[in-house]
């Protein structure tokens, strides 16, 4: 495990959900201040905003993958793909390690239900569950970032 990932974990078990806690561990590396990544993050955690969709730790993988490989150039069709790339890397290595990018499969429980919230809250999951995939994120992510 990283300095980084356990960073993110503990930012993680600290109060910031999986999203920031991801993002949040490359803002110097990416320019940005903490407090902005953290903004920018924060909707995507608990699988966008409770909807059971993707993981808050892959939104925030991708957040960071676009901020560092991605372009703000208009028209540059090199640079998207360069981030596609990357990204769909990503995704593939998360999904080899646990099956799945979306919350559902991965926490067990449906988060756009907040009965199903409380009883993974009340079993532990998101402290059992969630705070490895933040580390296992932050990992692969720096594992592409090293490679590209």
Known sequence: MSERSERAAASFAGGLNCAQAVAAAFAGDCGIEESVIRRLACGFGGGLSHTDRTCGAVSGGVLVLGLARGTAVVGDREG?????????????RF??????????????????????????????????????????????VEEILEER
């Open 80 to 92: 998207k793909e360069r981030c596609y790339v990357a990204v769909r890397e990503f995704l593939d």
């Open 95 to 140: 999904s080899a390690r646990h099956g799945s990018v979306d919350c559902t499969p991965l926490l067990g429980f449906d988060l756009s239900d907040p009965v199903q919230i409380d009883a993974a809250r009340t079993a532990g999951a998101f402290s059992d569950r969630c705070s490895g995939y933040v580390r296992d994120a932050v990992e692969i």
